[in-house]
């Protein structure tokens, strides 16, 4: 593995190995520092060899300190780049749909419009059938549920789905509710009458 490549914690581990063996050199000058004061040449030799390797060791520390110091700094950049690839990862999914829901809101729009239309056209036509029923000498009975304000029902609808009441979606169709107030108008028998 190069150096460029070494992780953090593995320049970590090369510290914490570096610094016990210093420790040990230390510890070994130590033991040798009595017996090269007294005299003992071998001591002395030994004692300058340990320290040469004290300082050698101490000289790889600081090249440790600093290799730790550029990977946490090569670690911060590419995070930083991964972070920013995210973030803009992330605005282009805003965007996206941002365009997605200007693109729903115009239908929704478009809804609107033909549900206003659809309203306007239910309660015209509901008007016609009691002119026409009144005309034709069968007025209808405005008790019988759906035949006044069916638009009410397509509305009441809407409202339910819209509040979060209508939990099931099992309302009854506003086309239900129309065919059973109006049947007596929609059968055979009618006609025939």
Known sequence: ????????????????????????????????????????????????NVRTKIQQAEADFEVLADARISALGRDHEAAEAKDADYRARQLQIARERAAAIVQLASRADGLVAEFKALISDMRGVELGIWKAAREAGQPADGAIVGRKNIDQFAIDQLLRFANGTDRFGKERPVAEWARQAWRHLLTDEAHND
């Open 1 to 48: 593995m190069s150096a460029s490549a070494l992780t953090v914690a593995q320049i970590d581990a090369n510290i914490a190995l570096v610094r016990e063996q210093i420790s040990m050199m230390e510890d070994e000058a130590r033991e040798l520092s009595l017996p090269a004061v007294a005299g003992d040449e071998q001591a002395r030799t030994l004692l300058a």
